[in-house]
């Protein structure tokens, strides 16, 4: 898992810890070099470069070192740990009404000892500044295994009184080397903002007041292990405008970004119509709002004091652009929006071309004033190289983000890899830019430095090593003696993988993650279903990207050597909740449930399988059987109350004894009971009733029934089985899960092809028709037809537009979408039915815990009530007195299992408060 970060490369450490506390960090880091221990620290892992990776011992402070020590909002810095997450410092420093200013993609979850290693940026940083420009001291521990302190002459408490920062002792060889080259430093580094490339010694001028501290960032942990860090916050400006403007192209567009700087803009941010076009491909055309004429965008941000001051540089801006259209944007929603196609289209740029898109030369700057002649010739350069990418960037810092198609996964791929870089390298150094404006070289373009910089400073920074780290341990292979380009690619060693060759597809799915690591922010609070199981754990195994990593090694073989039944796999695989959120929320399409559903699969195939794979994987089954015995649910039910035949039966189940078991219908089943019901008139739908509320006790469908007649449908409760195999999917069951499928889609194909809708109660069951019977049967015709057929309630009732909701002005509802409802089937129609109710809606983020069969599974219950206790538990404490709203059978029985109250579906909050007809009656 640690021998992958967010790029190409994978190189396998000899160890992985994590530190405790600062004196741990400092006391192992020095037990490494004394035993001559290569050391890479990592944060998030999110470095696209591969500058997070390494051979010896890799030290994550993410899990333990990530406090923030003090606040001080008079002074206006943090003192920070190096693990300490961007996001969790802007909240802490919020209530003063303070930020830090960088903002990367990754704030969620990058660190900001990670953010100093690479120099890290953002959007906002044309405003704000870079990270180096945002330190005020670091402690350091060097590779001769001193500790010093490195405080900034230009830190606002110091710049009126100091001529020039303190240099320790064991750094004074750096006096030296600095005043012997002071030409060559001036020409050569810090000669426009985003010069990310190479060690910025330019910091060290005596003009900046030889400035270590500043210096080290960007340094990529090759000089120094960074034990703790002060850094300066800014104040928000109070007033912001948004300026949209379009031109015929991007590169026109960059063209113009001379003129547009001139105007203070505190992000300007670049775009053409091959990033629109894929948020609206994925998305949706609603998802993307109107845009100025053209097919070339940039969204920029202006913020000041006075309102009047700010509208009137907007105003200017406006005519003084060479813009086909511009607008000033004023719309909060519409900002937003805007701000969001930029946002989702750089999430989508690595999965949205016709082969698989890679880093590797993500992160290239040039002057402004020669953007729009990098970009033309950027693109040409790929053309000649059969490549295709997705630029977007910082327009404004002349900073260019790309994915791009590189054919890692064919035998010559490493060197074609590396013919493109160097062509792109000799470009970026003609217009005198940076192949790394906020990623940093790391693996992917410290080769490639000789082509930016003249020999006489490339020995410099081989000196400049020397003096921190003589004997070469702190991130080798990175800026100075590196690794070349085409080594180590992680997908180039998997081209002669038996797995590749019989399964090409299992393997560029599983590669699709890129480790930007997503699935480490904890964002339920803003909907986001991924990654419950992390969250509880905070194991990276336990992540998405944890589990790709693992199945990544699986298909590579060489440290994982047993497949699909390799207990490190089955490890990795057995908390994943099968929740579906990284369908949705991770940026590059994982769905990590299919995965797991497939290795289980292969595993047990004609193998005995666990306990609960035959009582759980085949629960449809019982539930039928039982349903169609008169009284045999109340008997199984009475017999279950039993303590020994109970204990017996969990064991057997393979249910942890901790659950209570549900209980089953005492008569016949759900829909047995609406055999002989009939509807007045109206329009026709079908009811297809799922197992779990066809077999156990509850009035899911007689609430759906009576909403629908009074909605003025004419429901009809299929009586045919229709099992969509759920179960059988979830438990790895695949073969079976197929034979379920074209059974039920021998029912539900004639009702779709009729045009008639057909309503399911259950998310999880109808999320397997938009879903997963696609790739189970994709050859067959007949999915795609039941797939658009298929409606939740929300949906069906908002088709209708004179359907009006009830009025629950007064109530409070806390809503629990099932993870497959939010991931999958998308939660907007309950969403806005709910608002349409004037009831107080709390939408809750993340997984109940329970999961199907995962919660209810021997080994799972601590996990599952962790899950519980992130969102969903503390949600219903709050809100004692509140309606819990639940569509999902297992997000009803955590609710009831672990807080004892009772949930209700929405036909049952809707039924509950229908106005009184006096004419209704039972209709059988």
Same mark, same amino acid.
């Given at each position: 898992?640690?021998?992958?970060?967010?790029?190409?490369?994978?190189?396998?450490?000899?160890?992985?810890?994590?530190?405790?506390?600062?004196?741990?960090?400092?006391?192992?880091?020095?037990?490494?070099?004394?035993?001559?221990?290569?050391?890479?620290?990592?944060?998030?892992?999110?470095?696209?470069?591969?500058?997070?990776?390494?051979?010896?011992?890799?030290?994550?402070?993410?899990?333990?070192?990530?406090?923030?020590?003090?606040?001080?909002?008079?002074?206006?810095?943090?003192?920070?740990?190096?693990?300490?997450?961007?996001?969790?410092?802007?909240?802490?420093?919020?209530?003063?009404?303070?930020?830090?200013?960088?903002?990367?993609?990754?704030?969620?979850?990058?660190?900001?000892?990670?953010?100093?290693?690479?120099?890290?940026?953002?959007?906002?940083?044309?405003?704000?500044?870079?990270?180096?420009?945002?330190?005020?001291?670091?402690?350091?521990?060097?590779?001769?295994?001193?500790?010093?302190?490195?405080?900034?002459?230009?830190?606002?408490?110091?710049?009126?009184?100091?001529?020039?920062?303190?240099?320790?002792?064991?750094?004074?060889?750096?006096?030296?080397?600095?005043?012997?080259?002071?030409?060559?430093?001036?020409?050569?580094?810090?000669?426009?903002?985003?010069?990310?490339?190479?060690?910025?010694?330019?910091?060290?001028?005596?003009?900046?007041?030889?400035?270590?501290?500043?210096?080290?960032?960007?340094?990529?942990?090759?000089?120094?292990?960074?034990?703790?860090?002060?850094?300066?916050?800014?104040?928000?400006?109070?007033?912001?405008?948004?300026?949209?403007?379009?031109?015929?192209?991007?590169?026109?567009?960059?063209?113009?970004?001379?003129?547009?700087? %001139?105007?203070? !803009? /505190? @992000?300007?941010? +670049?775009?053409?119509? &091959?990033?629109? $076009?894929?948020?609206?491909?994925?998305? *949706?055309?609603?998802?993307?709002?109107?845009?100025?004429?053209?097919?070339?965008?940039?969204?920029?941000?202006?913020?000041?004091?006075?309102?009047?001051?700010?509208?009137?540089?907007?105003?200017?801006?406006?005519?003084?652009?060479?813009?086909?259209?511009?607008?000033?944007?004023?719309?909060?929603?519409?900002?937003?929006?805007?701000?969001?196609?930029?946002?989702?289209?750089?999430?989508?740029?690595?999965?949205?071309?016709?082969?698989?898109?890679?880093?590797?030369?993500?992160? %290239?700057?040039? !002057? /402004? @004033?020669?953007? +729009?002649?990098?970009? &033309?010739?950027? $693109?040409?350069?790929?053309?000649?190289? *059969?490549?295709?990418?997705?630029?977007?960037?910082?327009?404004?810092?002349?900073?260019?983000?790309?994915?791009?198609?590189?054919?890692?996964?064919?035998?010559?791929?490493?060197?074609?890899?590396?013919?493109?870089?160097?062509?792109?390298?000799?470009?970026?150094?003609?217009?005198?830019?940076?192949?790394?404006?906020?990623?940093?070289?790391?693996?992917?373009?410290?080769?490639?430095?000789?082509?930016?910089?003249?020999?006489?400073?490339?020995?410099?920074?081989?000196?400049?090593?020397?003096?921190?780290?003589?004997?070469?341990?702190?991130?080798?292979?990175?800026?100075? $003696?590196?690794?070349?380009?085409?080594?180590?690619?992680?997908?180039?060693?998997?081209?002669?993988?038996?797995?590749?060759?019989?399964?090409?597809?299992?393997?560029?799915?599983?590669?699709?993650?890129?480790?930007?690591?997503?699935?480490?922010?904890?964002?339920?609070?803003?909907?986001?279903?991924?990654?419950?199981?992390?969250?509880?754990?905070?194991?990276?195994?336990?992540?998405?990207?944890?589990?790709?990593?693992?199945?990544?090694?699986?298909?590579?073989?060489?440290?994982?050597?047993?497949?699909?039944?390799?207990?490190?796999?089955?490890?990795?695989?057995?908390?994943?909740?099968?929740?579906?959120?990284?369908?949705?929320?991770?940026?590059?399409?994982?769905?990590?449930?299919?995965?797991?559903?497939?290795?289980?699969?292969?595993?047990?195939?004609?193998?005995?399988?666990?306990?609960?794979?035959?009582?759980?994987?085949?629960?449809?089954?019982?539930?039928?059987?039982?349903?169609?015995?008169?009284?045999?649910?109340?008997?199984?039910?009475?017999?279950?109350?039993?303590?020994?035949?109970?204990?017996?039966?969990?064991?057997?189940?393979?249910?942890?004894?901790?659950?209570?078991?549900?209980?089953?219908?005492?008569?016949?089943?759900?829909?047995?009971?609406?055999?002989?019901?009939?509807?007045?008139?109206?329009?026709?739908?079908?009811?297809?009733?799922?197992?779990?509320?066809?077999?156990?006790?509850?009035?899911?469908?007689?609430?759906?029934?009576?909403?629908?007649?009074?909605?003025?449908?004419?429901?009809?409760?299929?009586?045919?089985?229709?099992?969509?195999?759920?179960?059988?999917?979830?438990?790895?069951?695949?073969?079976?899960?197929?034979?379920?499928?074209?059974?039920?889609?021998?029912?539900?194909?004639?009702?779709?092809?009729?045009?008639?809708?057909?309503?399911?109660?259950?998310?999880?069951?109808?999320?397997?028709?938009?879903?997963?019977?696609?790739?189970?049967?994709?050859?067959?015709?007949?999915?795609?037809?039941?797939?658009?057929?298929?409606?939740?309630?929300?949906?069906?009732?908002?088709?209708?537009?004179?359907?009006?909701?009830?009025?629950?002005?007064?109530?409070?509802?806390?809503?629990?979408?099932?993870?497959?409802?939010?991931?999958?089937?998308?939660?907007?129609?309950?969403?806005?039915?709910?608002?349409?109710?004037?009831?107080?809606?709390?939408?809750?983020?993340?997984?109940?815990?329970?999961?199907?069969?995962?919660?209810?599974?021997?080994?799972?219950?601590?996990?599952?009530?962790?899950?519980?206790?992130?969102?969903?538990?503390?949600?219903?404490?709050?809100?004692?007195?509140?309606?819990?709203?639940?569509?999902?059978?297992?997000?009803?029985?955590?609710?009831?299992?672990?807080?004892?109250?009772?949930?209700?579906?929405?036909?049952?909050?809707?039924?509950?408060?229908?106005?009184?007809?006096?004419?209704?009656?039972?209709?059988?």
């Amino acid at each position: 898992m640690f021998s992958s970060d967010a790029s190409i490369y994978r190189v396998v450490p000899e160890g992985v810890t994590f530190p405790r506390t600062r004196e741990e960090l400092v006391e192992i880091s020095r037990a490494a070099l004394a035993a001559g221990v290569p050391i890479t620290l990592r944060g998030a892992g999110t470095s696209c470069a591969g500058n997070a990776i390494g051979p010896g011992l890799v030290i994550d402070v993410s899990r333990h070192l990530n406090r923030v020590l003090e606040v001080d909002p008079v002074a206006r810095t943090a003192t920070v740990e190096p693990g300490v997450v961007q996001e969790v410092l802007q909240r802490h420093t919020a209530p003063h009404g303070l930020r830090f200013g960088p903002d990367p993609s990754s704030s969620s979850r990058c660190t900001i000892g990670g953010m100093i290693a690479n120099n890290a940026c953002g959007p906002r940083a044309l405003g704000y500044g870079r990270t180096s420009d945002n330190i005020v001291e670091l402690e350091v521990l060097t590779g001769t295994g001193d500790l010093v302190i490195l405080r900034s002459p230009s830190a606002a408490a110091e710049a009126a009184h100091r001529e020039r920062a303190e240099c320790p002792h064991s750094l004074r060889p750096l006096e030296g080397l600095v005043a012997a080259n002071l030409g060559l430093i001036r020409t050569e580094l810090g000669t426009f903002s985003r010069l990310g490339s190479g060690y910025a010694l330019d910091w060290l001028l005596p003009e900046k007041k030889f400035d270590l501290a500043r210096f080290m960032a960007g340094t990529e942990g090759t000089l120094g292990i960074i034990t703790r860090a002060t850094v300066r916050l800014v104040a928000d400006a109070p007033v912001k405008q948004m300026v949209a403007l379009g031109y015929p192209t991007m590169a026109e567009a960059a063209d113009d970004m001379a003129r547009l700087t %001139a105007f203070g !803009p /505190v @992000a300007a941010e +670049g775009m053409d119509r &091959r990033i629109v $076009d894929v948020v609206a491909r994925k998305f *949706g055309p609603a998802a993307v709002p109107d845009l100025p004429a053209g097919d070339g965008w940039v969204f920029v941000e202006l913020v000041g004091e006075d309102a009047d001051e700010v509208r009137a540089r907007a105003e200017g801006m406006k005519l003084a652009s060479a813009a086909l259209e511009a607008w000033l944007v004023d719309d909060p929603a519409v900002v937003k929006a805007l701000w969001k196609i930029r946002s989702d289209g750089a999430g989508l740029a690595g999965v949205s071309l016709e082969r698989p898109a890679y880093p590797g030369w993500e992160d %290239a700057s040039v !002057p /402004v @004033a020669k953007l +729009g002649t990098y970009l &033309r010739e950027f $693109d040409a350069i790929m053309a000649r190289h *059969g490549l295709e990418g997705l630029p977007y960037g910082h327009f404004g810092d002349g900073c260019v983000h790309c994915r791009i198609d590189f054919p890692l996964d064919e035998s010559d791929g490493p060197e074609r890899y590396r013919a493109f870089v160097e062509e792109v390298a000799d470009l970026v150094a003609s217009l005198g830019g940076s192949m790394s404006g906020e990623h940093g070289d790391g693996r992917a373009r410290s080769a490639l430095l000789p082509r930016l910089f003249s020999p006489e400073a490339i020995d410099l920074f081989g000196q400049v090593k020397q003096v921190f780290d003589p004997q070469n341990l702190l991130n080798p292979g990175v800026l100075v $003696d590196p690794r070349p380009v085409e080594a180590d690619i992680r997908v180039a060693a998997t081209v002669t993988s038996p797995l590749r060759l019989n399964d090409p597809h299992f393997v560029e799915a599983v590669h699709q993650c890129s480790g930007v690591g997503k699935c480490l922010a904890d964002g339920m609070a803003g909907g986001q279903v991924m990654c419950p199981s992390f969250q509880a754990t905070r194991e990276e195994k336990d992540s998405t990207r944890g589990r790709a990593r693992v199945l990544q090694e699986m298909v590579n073989g060489s440290l994982i050597s047993e497949g699909w039944r390799s207990p490190e796999v089955h490890e990795a695989l057995d908390l994943c909740l099968s929740c579906k959120g990284c369908a949705r929320d991770c940026p590059t399409g994982i769905d990590m449930a299919a995965y797991k559903s497939r290795v289980l699969h292969e595993t047990y195939q004609g193998r005995l399988r666990p306990r609960s794979h035959y009582a759980l994987g085949w629960l449809p089954r019982w539930g039928r059987l039982v349903g169609r015995v008169p009284g045999l649910g109340g008997v199984v039910n009475a017999t279950l109350r039993v303590p020994g035949l109970s204990r017996a039966a969990t064991w057997m189940a393979g249910v942890d004894r901790r659950r209570p078991l549900p209980r089953f219908r005492r008569g016949r089943s759900a829909r047995r009971g609406f055999a002989r019901h009939t509807s007045p008139r109206g329009r026709p739908v079908v009811i297809w009733v799922d197992s779990f509320d066809d077999a156990f006790a509850g009035s899911q469908l007689a609430s759906l029934v009576r909403v629908l007649e009074r909605a003025g449908w004419a429901p009809r409760v299929l009586q045919q089985d229709a099992c969509c195999g759920l179960t059988w999917i979830t438990t790895g069951q695949l073969d079976g899960a197929r034979v379920q499928l074209r059974k039920a889609l021998d029912v539900l194909a004639p009702i779709a092809e009729s045009g008639t809708p057909i309503v399911g109660m259950e998310p999880s069951c109808l999320a397997v028709w938009r879903s997963d019977a696609g790739e189970l049967l994709e050859d067959d015709p007949r999915v795609p037809v039941v797939a658009a057929a298929i409606r939740t309630l929300a949906e069906l009732l908002a088709s209708d537009p004179d359907w009006k909701a009830p009025d629950l002005s007064g109530h409070t509802i806390v809503a629990q979408p099932h993870c497959h409802h939010a991931a999958i089937l998308g939660w907007q129609a309950d969403a806005t039915l709910l608002a349409a109710t004037g009831a107080e809606v709390v939408t809750l983020g993340g997984c109940c815990g329970l999961a199907g069969n995962f919660g209810v599974e021997i080994g799972h219950y601590e996990t599952s009530v962790a899950v519980a206790e992130h969102t969903l538990l503390p949600a219903l404490r709050e809100h004692p007195e509140a309606v819990v709203l639940a569509d999902g059978f297992s997000c009803r029985k955590q609710v009831s299992d672990l807080e004892g109250r009772d949930a209700m579906s929405l036909a049952q909050l809707l039924a509950t408060h229908l106005s009184p007809d006096p004419g209704e009656g039972v209709r059988r």
